[in-house]
């Protein structure tokens, strides 16, 4: 509840800038809504926009409950509150066209009474319409107490195309208007309905405005349900009456958006919206005869606007419902509505490699419905998250969460695949969750993977109702590590792969999507050891030089040969090496030389040796810049060291 401020008249301003033009017009048509409109009034009153840039017109609509009382008091308080009274004309739209007719602002924004602003909202959605030139401005809307938004606004534009964006799914009147476009346009409810006056409104609007922009980074309309349950949405309707209505509003879009995918993407909101709706509780509700008369008044609008790229893009329960309505099958529809509405449809089948929901005659040869109306193969959608990730021992273990949407999963499995071979690694799956080893010594199906870069997939299969005795269904999808890159883990290492020989083993994330390879490489080549080697020379009056170099060497074996290696133009010196080897995989190398060949200069080399694998990688200086030199004065290297020469 957003109270109405008490200091309002003293704080409101007065003078020459209180009668100004105001920026804003707020449109509030009330009728029996006094419990609420402390809650609504109070949150135009506290707007963060100057109040007198705030013009307020409250139109009572022959409330009972004393509203209109209520209102008169509050304009005896606030100077930029306007009540006026009309007899009750059965909706809101009357209300509305009264408020905009007196309006004066630059922009018009239409609250329900009911409903309430967030304080930041007037300021933050005309400073955007003034900015982008805007003539329809979008709030985001936040569901509360029951009511649900009509559309998640998530991302702030702009500029949005009303056939590219989710803005036409909200037709409503809680929005920032223009007041010079909806003149220009003489754009106005229809008045006396309870129920989608603000329909033609809306889709005029969206259709002929210029600029669309969509404010979305925070909430700025608070959607409410009543604890009475008296919105208009819940009312009784004559149905028939209604499709008759929604059947002209459709006509009207019809003929201002040619046939093709852009009226189809507009069609397929108003068969969720307008067309469908009815066929839930209150269609179950009627008699024979009334769920007849129902499903007679919205053929024509199936018949007219249902294209086969519509009835794709519509789940199976709507598209069940639009093919029942289509082909008069009045039993077929009933039981449809009946298993949404009394229970839960049955669990999803799968059938010749795709997946159908459990709605009831599906493949009943007493009532022949296409398979294409329970068809829910496009809808799976594999949801998994790669949790945790690591070596151990040479291993690669993998952790994270997975299942089909709709399905679950009975099986997971990790598959590697390059140039055409896939090979599958089996992980433990238990309530959603899946551990995989991925040994590149056995991950080959029991041998060892082959040098080059290994894409690692998940795949999550699934059996249905029927267990393990029905077909089964599998989505796959590539591992992304959640928070990007390791630096610990993708750093290259040393991993065995049985007969095979030790190769350089890389994890690294592809670019731009960030999913996970695996890069295997007997040279060391692509992906070198050793990124962190660094190294100092010391080199003594006498000519006595001390080597020593400091590097992470991931999965080292213990019986792996590390020494300092030195080398000119033509020669290579392999010189006798201490080696530290430290926790975390941390080793320090050093090696004293004396003497060597007069004024010649040395590159500094690390080899490591492991088995057949054999690489020699640069010792860079502090900086990492540069590799380490030796120069070395002197007679020349002794015997017993030219006698190590390699290469």
């Known amino acids: 509840m957003v109270p109405v401020p008490d200091d309002l008249v003293a704080t409101a301003g ?112 005309v400073h955007m319409a003034e900015r982008c030139g805007s003539d329809v401005v979008y709030g985001r809307i936040a569901g509360a107490e029951g009511r649900s938004a009509p559309v998640d606004l998530r991302t702030t534009s702009d500029q949005v195309s009303v056939f590219d964006s989710p803005v036409y799914w909200s037709l409503a009147a809680y929005k920032l208007f223009r007041r010079s476009f909806l003149e220009e346009h003489r754009l106005r409810f ?264 290994w894409g690692l997939k998940i795949a999550v299969t699934a059996h249905g109702a029927a267990g393990a005795e029905e077909p089964a269904f599998r989505r796959e999808a590539w591992l992304a590590p959640e928070g990007g890159a390791n630096g610990r883990e993708c750093a290259p290492r040393i991993t065995g792969r049985g007969p095979a020989g030790p190769a350089v083993a890389a994890l690294f994330l592809s670019r731009p999507h960030g999913h996970l390879h695996l890069d295997l490489d007997k040279d060391g080549v692509r992906r070198p050891l050793g990124g962190d080697l660094r190294g100092t020379a010391h080199r003594t009056r006498s000519g006595r030089a001390t080597l020593a170099a400091r590097l992470t060497l991931p999965g080292c074996p213990v019986d792996a040969e590390l020494q300092l290696v030195l080398h000119d133009a033509t020669r290579t010196v392999a010189l006798p090496t201490t080696v530290e080897r430290g926790a975390d995989d941390h080793y320090t190398v050093r090696s004293v030389l004396r003497g060597g060949p007069r004024g010649s200069t040395w590159r500094v080399s690390l080899r490591v040796m492991a088995g057949p694998l054999r690489h020699d990688l640069p010792v860079r200086t502090a900086g990492g810049r540069t590799q380490l030199t030796l120069t070395v004065p002197g007679a020349g290297l002794p015997r017993r060291v030219l006698r190590r020469l390699r290469g």
């Not at 009728?31 to 609504?40: A, E, G, K, V, W």
């Open 190 to 453: 229809v008045e006396g309905r309870l129920l989608a006056e603000d329909l033609p409104f809306g889709i005029a609007a969206l259709l002929r405005a210029r600029t669309v922009s969509v404010l979305a980074d925070q909430d700025c309309y608070y959607l409410y349900g009543r604890d009475d349950d008296s919105n208009a949405s819940r009312q009784d309707i004559d149905w028939c009456e209604y499709l008759d209505y929604i059947g002209t509003v459709l006509d009207g879009l019809a003929a201002e958006v040619p046939p093709g995918e852009q009226r189809d993407k507009l069609m397929i909101r108003h068969f969720h919206g307008e067309i469908l709706m009815p066929f839930g509780a209150a269609y179950l509700a009627r008699d024979a005869a009334g769920r007849h008369a129902m499903a007679a008044a919205a053929r024509p609008l199936v018949e007219r606007y249902l294209t086969d790229r519509v009835q794709a893009a519509l789940p199976p329960r709507l598209r069940l419902r639009a093919h029942c309505l289509r082909a008069g099958l009045d039993e077929a529809l009933a039981a449809v509505v009946r298993a949404d509405t009394e229970g839960l449809p049955g669990p999803p089948r799968i059938a010749d490699g795709r997946v159908y929901a459990g709605y009831p005659h599906f493949r009943d040869p007493q009532h022949p419905l296409p398979d294409a109306c329970y068809d829910l193969t496009d809808r799976v959608v594999l949801r998994q998250r790669l949790i945790r990730w690591g070596w151990v021992g040479g291993v690669l273990h993998l952790r994270g969460t997975a299942e089909l949407s709709l399905l679950g999963g009975d099986r997971v499995e990790v598959r590697l695949q390059r140039s055409g071979a896939v090979h599958h690694v089996p992980a433990r799956y238990a309530d959603g969750t899946w551990q995989a080893a991925v040994d590149p010594a056995t991950a080959a199906d029991g041998g060892p993977l082959t040098d080059g870069t």
């Open 14 to 125: 007065d003078g020459p800038d209180a009668t100004a033009t105001p920026t804003v017009s707020v449109i509030v048509p009330v009728h029996n809504t006094r419990r609420y409109l402390d809650r609504s009034l109070g949150s135009v009153f506290a707007q963060t926009l100057d109040r007198r840039r705030i013009e307020v017109i409250a139109v009572d609509d022959g409330s009972t409950d004393g509203s209109a009382e209520w209102l008169e008091e509050q304009a005896g308080l606030h100077p930029h509150l306007t009540v006026l009274r009309q007899e009750a004309s059965g909706g809101a739209g009357k209300p509305r066209n009264t408020g905009l007719d007196r309006a004066t602002g630059d922009y018009v924004f239409f609250l329900d009474s009911d409903d309430r602003l967030a304080p930041e909202a007037l300021a933050r959605l």
